[in-house]
């Protein structure tokens, strides 16, 4: 994602002016384990930061000014159990993760004065086609279904959030 097309995005949600935007979802991201450090290139540790943090920064800094103008609002970024629990094989997943975490931190201090809120969803295993055909041993009960990632996402980029900012929420399912 380039900043031109992040403020595209946020242009066209913002083209019709009886609906100003009242919040964003970030969820854009992906997953790649490695090896542990010393054996993982860093154009592998980069492209986690890229696919992970970037778009959250782009799309966020492209929304911000249409938020503060609308008096306030929501924005929620998907970081991963990961950010705060990490696993041998994945460190810049789990960087990239917690950037996103720390991002959204900063975004809910620099922006409450101005109404707008921040918070954070931490998933553990999202139980997707993808997750179960990577994992096909794996206890699928166990992981977090994408509907209930959703209410919470929902919840909080919803007024009823209002008093919220800056909370990290963790969504593992049963895991």
């Given at each position: 994602l380039e ?7 946020v242009e ?11 919040a ?8 790649a384990s490695?090896?542990?450090v010393?054996e993982t290139?860093v154009e592998e540790f980069?492209?986690?930061?890229r696919i992970?943090?970037r778009?959250t920064?782009?799309v966020?800094?492209?929304a911000?000014p ?5 008096g306030?609002g929501a ?5 991963a ?6 696993f041998?094989g994945a460190a810049?997943?789990a ?5 996103v975490?720390?991002f959204?931190?900063?975004?809910a201090?620099e922006?409450?004065?101005r109404g ?5 969803v931490l998933?553990s295993v999202?139980d ?5 055909a ?5 206890d ?8 209930e ?10 007024d009823?959030?209002?008093p919220?900012s800056?909370?990290s929420i ?6």
């Amino acid at each position: 994602l380039e900043p031109a097309g992040a403020a595209r995005a946020v242009e066209a949600a913002t083209a019709e002016p009886a609906a100003p935007l009242r919040a964003v979802v970030n969820l854009v991201g992906g997953y790649a384990s490695g090896g542990l450090v010393h054996e993982t290139p860093v154009e592998e540790f980069d492209r986690m930061l890229r696919i992970n943090l970037r778009p959250t920064y782009l799309v966020t800094q492209a929304a911000l000014p249409h938020l503060v103008a609308a008096g306030g609002g929501a924005v929620v970024c998907v970081s991963a159990r990961a950010a705060v629990a990490p696993f041998p094989g994945a460190a810049g997943y789990a960087t990239a993760k917690a950037a996103v975490l720390a991002f959204a931190n900063a975004v809910a201090v620099e922006y409450r004065q101005r109404g707008v809120r921040c918070n954070t969803v931490l998933p553990s295993v999202i139980d997707t086609p993808a997750n179960r055909a990577a994992q096909p041993e794996a206890d699928h009960r166990r992981w977090v279904p994408p509907a209930e990632i959703a209410g919470v996402i929902r919840f909080l980029a919803s007024d009823e959030s209002a008093p919220t900012s800056g909370a990290s929420i963790p969504v593992y399912g049963r895991a």
